[in-house]
């Protein structure tokens, strides 16, 4: 599943090509709006809210998507012919562009005013206007058994960070992906850094920027399972945790994240 920074970036593509804009085009192909013509409609604004993309249309209306695992948005020449076969769920295009969303995990449509009902649940967004760390240690206190691996992926305490930027936070900051919530003493660190973490790199597809003395473009434990550690030498662990047919890659360096 796609990070928070990934799509901050996919937000910013697309403000840049429907923004301001009058949809020429709108073509929804999921059952559930295959009527809807948002056709000759301006484009308000594209924001990002956690892993969330939402498209405001004039009218009080808001185009709600999610890229999953593995969903994309695509933006070309407007007329261009469309790859993907069955694949689209969604073009919006208009004189300039044409914005295609391919294997697109969620497409709504839904009245602005009711966004709450498909982001209402998400804590504070790592990358928004909203971010406040208070909250999102709050929230991460709220459980205390929950191991802090779990936690961090949990939408519901902050928004955006995904195996990626836990494999690389917790190992900036010595933490057992195991651990309990309740018995890491400095939360507030380590939710900061989380947050530098993903802001660094929202500009920066393809990379992962920590800041540190690692070689640049370089990740600590993503991606190297089963290699050496470049602080300690030992070799990267990689195991899946959470709550079954929901478990996601985690990893870590037993040297440097002790138990």
């Not at 009527?35 to 498209?55: F, I, M, N, P, Y």
Request: glycine residues 12%; positive net charge.
């Amino acid at each position: 599943m796609p990070e928070g920074d990934a799509v901050y970036r996919t937000a910013a593509r697309l403000r840049k090509a429907l923004d301001g804009q009058v949809l020429t085009r709108s073509e929804f192909r999921v059952p559930r709006h295959a009527t809807a013509d948002l056709t000759g409609r301006t484009v308000l604004e594209t924001v990002s809210r956690g892993k969330h993309l939402l498209t405001r249309v004039e009218g009080g209306l808001t185009v709600h998507t999610h890229l999953r695992m593995d969903g994309s948005w695509q933006v070309t020449a407007p007329g261009r012919r469309v790859v993907g076969g069955d694949r689209v769920r969604l073009i919006l295009a208009n004189a300039q562009y044409q914005a295609v969303g391919i294997r697109l995990g969620m497409v709504d449509l839904l009245k602005t005013a009711e966004e709450g009902q498909v982001v209402g649940h998400l804590g504070p967004d790592l990358l928004g206007l909203d971010w406040d760390p208070v909250e999102a240690v709050r929230r991460l206190r709220r459980d205390p058994d929950t191991t802090i691996g779990e936690a961090l992926l949990d939408q519901r305490n902050l928004a955006g960070i995904g195996t990626i930027y836990r494999a690389e936070t917790l190992f900036l900051r010595g933490i057992w992906p195991w651990r309990r919530v309740g018995d890491i003493k400095d939360l507030d660190g380590l939710v900061m850094l989380a947050q530098r973490l993903l802001d660094a790199n929202k500009h920066h597809a393809g990379t992962v920027t920590t800041g540190d003395r690692r070689p640049a473009n370089q990740t600590w434990v993503y991606g190297r399972a089963g290699r050496p550690c470049r602080r300690c030498g030992t070799r990267i662990s990689r195991d899946e945790m959470g709550a079954h047919a929901q478990e996601r890659l985690v990893l870590w360096c037993g040297g440097c994240q002790p138990r």
